[in-house]
């Protein structure tokens, strides 16, 4: 068995349940509820666990306009294919644009979780996960407060 580490929380599980990349366990949002909408976004200033700042730069998350409409095509399609699986599609009667009307229902309802896993994808890109986070926590920590 691995006794080398305690613990070691697996990347897809971290970046689905909104964990900072580095350690995999602070979270990345101050509110764990995705649908409290006023505060759906708001993010830690930096991980309560290692320190880590969330937004690396200004503007950080403006690419992740692309990760979410990534999301949304691939929740589409998968909705396209299973919707074509359940139910099928005729060029007889409206199923293909009940599909769409259901499509966009589901993606709005997903939309508040979608665009936190796109920044939870997004910082996860730029920060790597380190399993000495505790012993390299100060150097960071020093070049985080460098542009303050
Ligand atoms: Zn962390």
New binding site residues.
């Given amino acids: 068995m691995d006794h080398t580490t305690k613990s070691r929380p697996g990347y897809l599980s971290s970046v689905l349940r909104n964990k900072?990349p580095?350690?995999r366990?602070?979270d990345l949002f101050q509110s764990t509820h995705p649908y409290k909408l006023s505060t759906v976004l708001k993010m830690n200033e930096t991980?309560p666990?290692?320190g880590?700042p969330t937004e690396i730069e200004k503007g950080f998350y403006y690419g992740t306009g692309y990760v979410s409409y990534a999301l949304s095509v691939a929740l589409s399609v998968s909705t396209f294919v299973a919707w074509w699986v359940i139910i099928g599609f005729s060029l007889h009667d409206s199923r293909f644009f009940w599909w769409m009307g259901i499509n966009a229902v589901f993606l709005l309802a997903f939309q508040p979780l979608l665009m936190r896993l796109s920044r939870s994808i997004w910082i996860s890109w730029f920060v790597r996960f380190d399993t000495d986070?505790k012993q390299s926590a100060q150097i960071s920590g020093q070049t985080g407060m460098a542009s303050s």
Wanted: proline letters at 0%; charged letters at 10%; one cysteine or more.
């Fill in positions: 900072c580095r350690c366990q602070g991980c666990v290692c880590q986070w």
